[in-house]
């Protein structure tokens, strides 16, 4: 059999970390079940995250992390128009709330209660910030501090459809047109759009 790097172990056990919210549920979720399922011992998985919940953070990083690249990967260049840039946000992220199925909500949920991961929460949401501050940066500064309101009441836009189209409460083209609309009016609204972009 061969070993595994210590990456490739990690990578493991965040993927059976994944099965076991989904099959289980997060309450379910402990790092002592982690290595019963992963069939190692307790101290490899201790090793790895230290508590429960820091194998909650690094799934829900690995998250960020999943469609943030989606994000960078997708926008276009710099041909394309402010509605065209937002509509790729949207898409990127919505999909990665779908690819990453309903386990992804629960794992955010658990971090959610939880006073000590609070400020991990705080920032993921930055990061999110960071990403579309960058993508727009070419039509609009967004750089003062009531533009951060701004672009934080964007990203709870795309959170809540990317949620109700995880539910099944909306259709995928339903979620992104829809935050599109509301991102893209809110720019040309509240921000001053640079001329001749958009």
């Known amino acids: 059999m061969t070993k595994l790097s210590r990456e490739q172990r990690r990578l493991q056990l965040l993927a059976m970390a994944e099965e076991i919210v989904r099959d289980e549920g997060t309450n379910a ?67 990665g709330v779908l690819a990453a199925g309903p386990q992804c909500d629960a794992v955010y949920a658990a971090l959610a209660g939880h006073p000590e991961t609070r400020a991990f929460l705080r920032s993921s949401r930055q990061f999110y910030v960071s990403q579309m501050q960058a993508a727009l940066a070419r039509f609009a500064d967004l750089s003062g501090r009531k533009d951060r309101a701004v672009l934080v009441g964007f990203l709870g836009v795309i959170e809540a459809v990317a949620r109700d189209a995880a539910d099944r409460r909306l259709s995928r083209a339903a979620a992104i047109d829809g935050a599109t609309a509301v ?9 001053a759009v640079k001329s001749g972009r958009g």
């Open 29 to 95: 979720l402990t790092l002592v079940r982690l290595a019963e399922r992963a069939e190692v011992s307790r101290p490899i998985a201790y090793d790895h995250f230290k508590t429960r919940e820091g194998l909650l953070m690094a799934l829900y990083q690995r998250y960020d992390e999943m469609i943030g690249q989606n994000i960078r990967d997708a926008l276009p260049g710099d041909s394309a128009s402010l509605d065209e840039v937002v509509s790729v946000i949207c898409t990127a992220y919505i999909d």
């Open 183 to 191: 991102i893209v009016g809110g720019l040309r609204n509240r921000v």
